[in-house]
């Protein structure tokens, strides 16, 4: 068990990665806890799910965009189970538009949970995250690519990588902060209006012919999330399947 004792937030994790990451944390031996900010039928599945195999697992309905709420998701968690030592911040969230059709409202959405979520929670696990910690910050490789439609998204998620880099220098302590940038994955956020051309498209795009599963992107991220990655801090991992 590579995280036996070890207590771990995963942010969005009622569903797609999210899920897919608490449950395999669960199972090498970590506490997890399942935040979401408005599934919380979907967050106790989950929970359920964690419990059943003997785990131990709790949600915490929290909105990472809003600070005092993020200051509310760490003390929750410090106070059920005594400190957080790893961090795993994936809640987010995408609109698919042209730049020119982008409203004020998609902008402030999409910075306000990618940038702003994740500023805060980083803000948070300053000086509350247990030494010799771990944060892994959820990016995508379309940071990399010029996909259509992508624009704001890729910014936003740009500037998540940006942040890793200059926090990880920044927060001491013996923690390791690293991005995580995976490509095209079999999430509902990610199929939700794309027809099945732009599937198979995208899908020849990796040398796999394939969209990852969840648990492809989960197992990268328990091997960050334990101590077997302590000597790799402020890096960009993409798991894309060779996209590029």
């Not at 500023?119 to 959820?138: C, H, V, W």
């Not at 990796?206 to 648990?215: D, E, S, T």
């Amino acid at each position: 068990m590579k995280l036996k004792d070890k207590v771990i937030i995963v942010t969005g994790a009622s569903r797609g990665i999210g899920k897919e990451t608490a449950l395999l944390l669960a199972n090498e031996g970590a506490k997890v806890i399942i935040n979401h900010s408005n599934s919380a039928a979907d967050a106790q599945k989950t929970v359920d799910e964690i419990t059943k195999k003997g785990g131990k697992a709790l949600a915490i309905k929290a909105d990472v965009s809003q600070r005092k709420e993020t200051t509310r998701l760490f003390d929750e968690a410090i106070a059920a189970y005594g400190k957080v030592d790893v961090l795993v911040n994936n809640a987010g969230v995408m609109v698919s538009k042209l730049l020119k059709d982008n409203s004020q409202e998609d902008f402030t959405r999409q910075f306000d949970v990618n940038v702003r979520g994740i500023f805060n929670m980083l803000q948070e696990a300053n000086s509350k995250l247990a030494d010799n910690g771990n944060i892994i910050n959820i990016s995508s490789s379309t940071v990399k690519l010029m996909f259509p439609t992508y624009a704001l998204y890729s910014a936003s998620k740009a500037a998540v990588e940006q942040m890793t880099r200059v926090f990880s220098k920044e927060i001491g302590r013996g923690i390791s902060v690293n991005a995580l940038a995976p490509g095209a994955t079999e999430t509902d956020l990610f199929l939700e209006g794309k027809s099945q051309e732009t599937i198979d498209k995208l899908s020849a795009m990796n040398a796999f012919n394939r969209l990852a599963k969840p648990i492809d992107i989960a197992k990268v991220i328990l091997f960050l999330a334990s101590d077997d990655s302590k000597w790799i801090s402020g890096q960009v991992v993409g798991a894309n399947g060779a996209l590029i």
